[in-house]
Nanobody
Framework: QVQLVESGGGWVQAGGSLRLSCAAS????????LGWFRQASGKEREYIGA????????HYADFVKGRFTIARDITRNIMTLEMNSLKPEDTAIYYC?????????????????WGRGTQVTVSS
Protein backbone atom coordinates (compact mmCIF):
# COMPACT_ATOMS: atom_id res chain seq x y z
CA GLN A 1 0.00 0.00 0.00
CA VAL A 2 1.11 3.54 -0.73
CA GLN A 3 0.39 6.54 1.43
CA LEU A 4 0.65 10.12 0.23
CA VAL A 5 0.33 13.02 2.63
CA GLU A 6 0.25 16.62 1.45
CA SER A 7 1.15 19.62 3.58
CA GLY A 8 1.95 23.28 3.23
CA GLY A 9 -1.37 24.63 2.00
CA GLY A 10 -2.87 27.80 3.36
CA TRP A 11 -3.93 31.33 2.57
CA VAL A 12 -1.81 33.76 0.58
CA GLN A 13 -2.34 37.07 -1.16
CA ALA A 14 -2.16 37.33 -4.92
CA GLY A 15 1.43 37.55 -6.09
CA GLY A 16 2.66 35.54 -3.14
CA SER A 17 4.26 32.12 -2.92
CA LEU A 18 3.60 28.79 -1.27
CA ARG A 19 5.53 25.55 -1.06
CA LEU A 20 3.61 22.30 -0.86
CA SER A 21 5.10 18.99 0.17
CA CYS A 22 4.03 15.42 -0.42
CA ALA A 23 5.43 12.71 1.81
CA ALA A 24 5.25 9.32 0.14
CA SER A 25 5.53 6.07 2.05
CA UNK A 26 4.78 2.43 1.58
CA UNK A 27 5.85 -0.43 -0.58
CA UNK A 28 7.99 0.39 -3.63
CA UNK A 29 7.19 4.09 -3.50
CA UNK A 30 10.55 4.70 -5.12
CA UNK A 31 9.31 2.90 -8.22
CA UNK A 32 6.38 5.26 -8.74
CA UNK A 33 6.18 8.46 -10.66
CA LEU A 34 4.72 11.33 -8.65
CA GLY A 35 2.49 14.14 -9.73
CA TRP A 36 0.45 17.13 -8.61
CA PHE A 37 -3.15 17.86 -9.46
CA ARG A 38 -5.59 20.46 -8.24
CA GLN A 39 -9.34 20.77 -8.08
CA ALA A 40 -11.18 24.03 -7.75
CA SER A 41 -14.71 24.12 -6.42
CA GLY A 42 -17.14 22.93 -9.07
CA LYS A 43 -14.41 22.00 -11.54
CA GLU A 44 -12.71 18.82 -12.65
CA ARG A 45 -9.38 17.72 -11.24
CA GLU A 46 -6.61 19.39 -13.21
CA TYR A 47 -3.10 18.15 -13.91
CA ILE A 48 -0.27 20.41 -12.80
CA GLY A 49 2.81 18.33 -13.46
CA ALA A 50 4.78 15.22 -12.67
CA UNK A 51 8.27 13.94 -11.94
CA UNK A 52 9.80 10.58 -12.76
CA UNK A 53 11.51 8.03 -10.53
CA UNK A 54 14.91 9.69 -10.78
CA UNK A 55 13.62 13.13 -9.94
CA UNK A 56 15.41 14.56 -12.97
CA UNK A 57 12.67 14.51 -15.59
CA UNK A 58 9.67 16.74 -15.06
CA HIS A 59 6.66 17.72 -17.07
CA TYR A 60 4.29 20.61 -16.52
CA ALA A 61 0.89 21.60 -17.75
CA ASP A 62 0.90 24.59 -20.08
CA PHE A 63 -0.90 26.86 -17.63
CA VAL A 64 2.01 26.62 -15.17
CA LYS A 65 4.08 28.87 -17.45
CA GLY A 66 7.15 28.82 -15.24
CA ARG A 67 5.32 29.82 -12.07
CA PHE A 68 5.38 26.36 -10.49
CA THR A 69 8.35 24.05 -9.90
CA ILE A 70 8.25 20.39 -8.92
CA ALA A 71 11.11 18.72 -7.11
CA ARG A 72 11.62 15.21 -5.81
CA ASP A 73 13.95 14.09 -3.05
CA ILE A 74 14.38 10.39 -3.78
CA THR A 75 16.28 9.73 -0.55
CA ARG A 76 13.46 11.01 1.64
CA ASN A 77 10.56 10.17 -0.72
CA ILE A 78 9.30 13.74 -0.65
CA MET A 79 7.98 15.73 -3.57
CA THR A 80 7.49 19.47 -3.41
CA LEU A 81 5.57 22.03 -5.44
CA GLU A 82 6.96 25.54 -5.31
CA MET A 83 4.32 28.02 -6.44
CA ASN A 84 5.14 31.64 -7.21
CA SER A 85 3.16 34.61 -8.52
CA LEU A 86 -0.02 33.04 -7.25
CA LYS A 87 -3.34 34.21 -8.62
CA PRO A 88 -6.87 33.96 -7.21
CA GLU A 89 -7.64 31.39 -9.92
CA ASP A 90 -5.01 29.12 -8.35
CA THR A 91 -7.35 28.62 -5.40
CA ALA A 92 -8.06 24.90 -5.17
CA ILE A 93 -7.41 21.72 -3.26
CA TYR A 94 -4.00 20.45 -4.31
CA TYR A 95 -3.45 16.70 -4.52
CA CYS A 96 -0.38 14.53 -4.67
CA UNK A 97 -0.65 11.44 -6.85
CA UNK A 98 1.47 8.41 -7.65
CA UNK A 99 1.41 5.71 -10.28
CA UNK A 100 3.56 2.85 -11.50
CA UNK A 101 3.11 3.56 -15.20
CA UNK A 102 6.15 4.97 -16.97
CA UNK A 103 3.97 6.84 -19.43
CA UNK A 104 3.11 10.47 -19.00
CA UNK A 105 -0.54 11.15 -18.31
CA UNK A 106 -2.45 14.29 -17.47
CA UNK A 107 -5.63 12.35 -16.81
CA UNK A 108 -6.46 11.82 -13.16
CA UNK A 109 -8.08 8.52 -14.12
CA UNK A 110 -4.67 7.05 -14.95
CA UNK A 111 -3.17 7.72 -11.55
CA UNK A 112 -3.65 5.00 -8.94
CA UNK A 113 -2.69 6.51 -5.60
CA TRP A 114 -3.89 9.79 -4.12
CA GLY A 115 -3.38 11.89 -1.06
CA ARG A 116 -6.25 13.65 0.69
CA GLY A 117 -5.23 17.06 -0.56
CA THR A 118 -4.32 20.40 0.94
CA GLN A 119 -6.29 23.61 0.47
CA VAL A 120 -4.66 26.61 -1.16
CA THR A 121 -6.54 29.91 -1.08
CA VAL A 122 -5.26 32.97 -2.95
CA SER A 123 -6.97 36.24 -2.19
CA SER A 124 -7.06 39.23 -4.50
Amino acid sequence: QVQLVESGGGWVQAGGSLRLSCAASGRAVGALKLGWFRQASGKEREYIGAVDLSGRNKHYADFVKGRFTIARDITRNIMTLEMNSLKPEDTAIYYCAADASRYRSDSSRRWEYWGRGTQVTVSS
